[in-house]
RNA sequence: CGGAGUGUAGCGCAGCCUGGUAGCGCACCUGAUUUGGGAUCAGGGGGUCGCGUGUUCGAAUCACGCCACUCCGACCA
């Protein structure tokens, strides 16, 4: 992609309206347009990255066995009767009429209509278990939208909805969740902790929130430094195989881990010294066993080997893109700007022809672009006659992880300059090297 | 929803107290000179001063009402 014909439309300046890094480095970055309180348009930078972190999101999700699908925003307002929730919902849930005058809402969450699609068709323990997700905006009327799209009214979530016979059942699709996020998170270069989270009225241990730790953190959080060294599932963990994925649970569940709301300081204070990692954290992911709180008023039911009926085991599992983004901003950026994870960046290669114009710049830079691209990277070609302060400014902003510099200088030796953008080093390569080099990456 | 604050050109701001032709920087357009860390010079375009009502000969400026946005708190992914 050329600068020259793309729409980056960067900011020098900090915007006034937006206070914590994230919020103020996605707009100077040009990655999204703000509309209203809590309500956000993604320019295309944006959109590139949203889009490489739900690819990730698909990838393991489907590696776990969930299945995609998608459903309506606005639903009827008598499915959520069923569960009772239409009246229980607060003022978050956006409540509107259509033409007939019935009650309709804006979707804040799925699990009446999942519930719903799955009672129609699924009436078998023989076609369990079945995890059905979706990716999709969301509107939650927040009392106080606030952080850019980190805390929004409408936003991206995933979640994924487990059916299963019995607790047991859905003791093992939580688990499979469970090894699906932290593989979802490391693939981001996020270091993610699993936090046991409160279960309300349910009760029992199904409930974590994964916790990221950066310095501007929402909320203080507590864990074992014995979490900073575990290692994440690779692609072969099996899913299929029950016992293995309790054991990695069983591993990431087991050192001390707590959110402020959970911390309990008897059992923190039985921690060695060295051992106690105390920090800023963002919560990034949500997973939830609740049991039949839904299948039972919603009469979800399937018949069991017994011959009877039983009402489903269900959870819930939600990740937030569009938070996800902000929080990766917030664990990852420096003076700058933004430093993107190589997994997620929008592009893989800044290259800033430093002379646009000159004869040999554009040649070289021209075989660059046209070589990267063939080797399947994304190449953003900073083509424009701006100054190269102007340039490096904005290579450094918008954080791609790679920037290849090529300059007169360079280009009469047979050399390019390629830049981390994370360490700052710097290297000359020959123009093969380069390609080989930057064609390599993962 | 309680508390605090801000609305003036695309962005960042001054002007308001003490009413009298709407300004600065960046960005944008034209031309020239520049080219390794957000260039320089010359010229130019762009504003219902958040909205409404009132006071006044006259309102960005004073009064009242409303709206929007931000921050702190309660709440939440």
Redesign the pocket.
């Known amino acids: 992609m050329r600068l020259s014909r793309y729409f980056l439309?960067?900011?020098?300046?900090?915007?006034?309206?937006?206070?914590?890094v994230s919020?103020r480095l996605m707009l100077?970055a040009g990655m999204i347009r703000?509309q209203?309180?809590?309500?956000f348009s993604w320019l295309p930078l944006g959109k590139r990255v949203l889009d490489k972190v739900c690819r990730i999101i698909r990838e393991e999700q489907d590696r776990s066995g969930a299945l995609e699908i998608m459903m309506p925003t606005i639903q009827s307002a008598d499915l959520w009767r069923e569960s009772g929730r239409y009246d229980a919902y607060?003022?978050?849930m956006l409540r509107i009429k259509d033409r007939h005058e019935r009650d309709m809402l804006y979707g804040p969450t799925n699990e009446e209509m999942v519930t719903d699609i799955f009672r129609a068709y699924v009436k078998s323990y023989k076609d369990l278990p079945l995890n059905l997700y979706h990716i999709q905006w969301?509107f939650?009327d927040?009392?106080?939208?606030?952080?850019?799209?980190?805390?929004?009214?409408?936003?991206l979530?995933k979640d994924a909805y487990s059916f299963d016979l019995d607790y047991e059942g859905a003791k093992e699709a939580y688990h499979r969740m469970f090894v699906a996020y932290l593989r979802t998170f490391t693939r981001m270069g996020l270091q993610a902790i699993p936090m046991r989270a409160d279960t309300g009225p349910i009760g029992g241990d199904l409930s974590h929130?994964f916790i990221i730790l950066a310095e501007t953190g929402?909320?203080q959080v507590y864990c074992h430094r014995d979490y900073l060294g575990f290692e994440v599932p690779g692609e072969d963990v099996d899913f299929g195989n029950a016992a293995e994925i309790a054991g990695i649970v069983g591993k990431w569940t087991t050192p001390y881990a707590a959110t402020d709301e959970m911390h309990d300081e008897a059992a923190w204070s039985a921690i060695a010294g060295d051992d106690k990692v105390s920090a800023r954290g963002i919560?990034?992911?949500?997973i939830f066993h609740f049991g039949e709180k839904y299948s039972k008023p919603m009469n979800a039911s399937v018949t069991g080997p017994d011959g009877k009926e039983h009402f489903v085991s269900m959870g819930s599992y939600?990740i937030?893109p569009?938070?996800l983004i902000a929080a990766i901003i917030e664990a990852s950026h420096d003076e700058?700007?933004i430093v993107w994870p190589e997994s997620i960046s929008p592009f893989d290669v800044a290259l800033i022809n430093?002379?646009?114009?000159d004869t040999e710049c554009d040649r070289v830079c021209n075989e660059l672009e046209a070589a990267l691209s063939a080797a399947g990277k994304d190449v953003l070609y900073d083509d424009t006659?701006?100054?190269?302060?102007?340039?490096?400014?904005?290579?450094?902003?918008i954080g791609l992880p790679w920037?290849l510099?090529?300059?007169?200088?360079?280009v009469a030796a047979g050399e390019?300059?390629l830049?981390n953008r994370k360490t700052?080093e710097?290297e000359n390569l020959s123009i093969a090297a380069a390609i080989a080099r930057l064609g390599g990456i993962a």
């Open positions: 439309p960067i900011l020098k300046e900090n915007p006034r309206e937006a206070e914590i919020h100077r703000q209203g309180a809590g309500s607060g003022k978050e969301k939650r927040e009392v106080r939208p606030r952080f850019g799209v980190m805390r929004s009214r409408e936003f979530m929130e929402e909320s919560e990034v992911g949500h939600g937030g569009s938070r700058n700007g430093m002379k646009s114009g006659d701006q100054r190269p302060g102007a340039k490096f400014a904005t290579a450094d902003l920037q510099i090529v300059s007169p200088r360079g390019v300059e830049k700052g710097r």
